[in-house]
């Protein structure tokens, strides 16, 4: 077994849509998906974390997240 970690990262919303698609670039759907406030206090947000492809993740929330108001890590 090889063990690797590979992380991108980015803040996510735009006001307007509830499926936001994150493009990571790791080449795998055997990622790690974690999304929290990008505001204090920074707490965990629960989403539906979708795999459509090796270099992405699609995130679903109930409610259209606000410009930047999250942010996203994908650990590979």
């Known amino acids: 077994m090889a063990i690797s970690s590979r992380k991108f990262a980015a803040d996510v919303g735009d006001g307007e849509s509830?499926?936001?698609?994150?493009?990571?670039?790791?080449?795998?759907?055997?990622?790690?998906?974690?999304?929290?406030?990008?505001?204090?206090?920074?707490?965990?947000?629960?989403?539906?974390?979708?795999?459509?492809?090796d270099d992405e993740v699609g995130l679903v929330f109930t409610e259209p997240p606000a410009t930047d108001a999250f942010r996203v890590v994908v650990l590979a």
Not at 26 to 48: Q, S
């Open 18 to 53: 509830t499926t936001i698609t994150v493009t990571h670039d790791l080449g795998t759907k055997d990622v790690a998906v974690e999304v929290y406030t990008n505001a204090d206090p920074w707490d965990t947000v629960l989403v539906e974390p979708t795999r459509p492809s």
